[in-house]
């Protein structure tokens, strides 16, 4: 399994765009990247998921730059009930094996 | 639909005794997944089901945990003997195969 390396913690304030980034150096071509969210005392999230350039939805966007060994999940105008722990997660999905790692505890501040 | 259902959603018991989780996956999902938290290792993979048949038991720590899925909407994840190490939040989670997976609320277990 490809293992991915995230900030451990961020802190932002109200209205700022976030942008999380995770390494993952050692890829293989028919791995994706997806992006999750957990709520204390909740079960994770899927946020976004994407295999290279840019991804949009009503959430987040995920930016992928074409050597694929990092990729970026970008929360435009975070909010409080943004704070959360994302997970960047890489892996193939034909065999439904992903690696959480430890996250990025985001704290968004009023 | 209701998504993802647990039972229990707490669980204390004592050192030495049999501990069931029970999981019943979103309508229509074949793939479900048992996963349990730490603080200190973070989240982990124990097992995987595809169409009921258990695809990767890899992650499972020991010969302790057993997990069964008898039919497509339930399924259950037992440690016998139980430890106190084995405090943790576990979630079971479902899928369309290898779409968006859906987690349940999770079972915080405590063993004493």
């Known amino acids: ?110 | 639909d209701a998504g993802v259902i647990q039972s229990p959603r707490h669980e204390v018991t004592e050192m030495g005794q049999e501990v069931t989780l029970r999981c019943k996956p979103i309508s229509g999902h074949n793939s479900l997944f048992w996963y349990r938290q730490t603080m200190m290792r973070g989240l982990e993979l124990l097992i995987y089901f595809n169409n009921n048949v258990p695809i990767d038991d890899s992650g499972m720590p020991e010969d302790r945990f057993s997990a069964k899925m008898p039919n497509a909407s339930f399924s259950t994840l037992k440690i016998q003997p139980s430890e106190p190490r084995d405090s943790a939040v576990y979630f079971c989670a479902s899928s369309v195969h290898t779409d968006t997976q859906y987690f349940g609320p999770g079972t915080r277990l405590t063993v004493l």
């Open chain 1, 1 to 110: 399994l490809a293992k991915t390396t995230q900030p451990i913690s961020m802190d932002s304030y109200e209205g700022q765009e976030v942008n999380i980034t995770c390494s993952h150096n050692n890829i293989a071509t028919n791995d994706y990247i997806t992006w999750y969210q957990q709520f204390p005392s909740q079960g994770p999230r899927f946020i976004i998921q994407g295999y290279k350039t840019k991804v949009t939805n009503e959430v987040a966007s995920l930016f992928i730059p074409a050597d694929r060994k990092s990729s970026t999940l970008s929360l435009p105008r975070v909010s409080l009930s943004d704070t959360a722990v994302y997970y960047c997660l890489v892996g193939d999905i034909n065999f439904n094996k992903f690696y959480f790692g430890s996250g990025t505890k985001l704290n968004v501040k009023p």
